[in-house]
T-cell receptor, first 112, second 115 residues
């Protein structure tokens, strides 16, 4: 099993550029999450989804958008990249009524 | 809104000794779940231990155990017989048992193991 797959692993963006961080899982999990991790700040929840077609804001949603058209995919869109979005981004998933999160390997994003 | 607080940014422990990492949380709910995740330098996130709030008995997983004090909203992690491989960031996390969706994390504690 591939588990949770994130692409790309690394990316450098210029201020104002846009990009999509891809996340796909092959475990048929209903719940999917996007977190960002900044040094000394832990993981902050950006957006989450409880199933296809349903998304909701987390703790720090500004500057991001998501969609969930299928159970497998949960892409995260940055429309106008800013230096404050430099971070490591983690996608995670879990099945219903099981608390363990399955994490991807992360995307290191730098906005310069 | 729920919050998770880890007040120890860094800690060090001698190999083979015992260390306790602190976590407090704020919630108005009575039904919830608490977790400790470990993040080694590889950046992988590993679930260490979980606790259901309705269970009075503290969870244990081999050398890892928790001290869950529901009234005090405290959830500390005890690592016994510390090993070099325990060196990592440790995150405390919370999930509501009512709203079965958000999982929020504390800022983490970096644990150093001294040989």
């Amino acid at each position: 099993n591939a588990g949770v797959t994130q692409t790309p692993k690394f990316r450098i963006l210029k201020i104002g550029q846009s990009m999509t961080l891809q996340c796909t899982q092959d475990m048929n999990h209903n719940y999917m999450y996007w977190y960002r991790q900044d040094p000394g700040m832990g993981l902050k929840l950006i957006y989450y989804s409880v199933g296809a077609g349903i998304t909701d804001k987390g703790e720090v949603p500004n500057g991001y958008n998501v969609s969930r058209s299928t159970t497998e995919d949960f892409p995260l869109r940055l429309e106008l990249a800013a230096p404050s979005q430099t971070s490591v981004y983690f996608c995670a998933s879990r099945p219903v009524s099981y608390e363990k999160l399955f994490f991807g390997s992360g995307t290191q994003l730098s906005v310069l | 809104a729920q919050t998770v607080t880890q007040s120890q940014p860094e800690m060090s422990v001698q190999e083979a000794e015992t260390v306790t990492l602190s976590c407090t949380y704020d919630t108005s709910e009575s039904d919830y779940y608490l977790f400790w995740y470990k993040q080694p330098p590889s950046r992988q996130m590993i679930l260490v231990i979980r606790q259901e709030a309705y269970k009075q008995q503290n969870a244990t997983e081999n050398r890892f155990s928790v001290n869950f004090q529901k009234a005090a909203k405290s959830f500390s992690l005890k690592i016994s017989d510390s090993q070099l491989g325990d060196a990592a960031m440790y995150f405390c996390a919370y999930r509501s048992g009512v709203r079965d969706d958000k999982i929020i994390f504390g800022k983490g504690t970096r644990l150093h193991i001294l040989p």
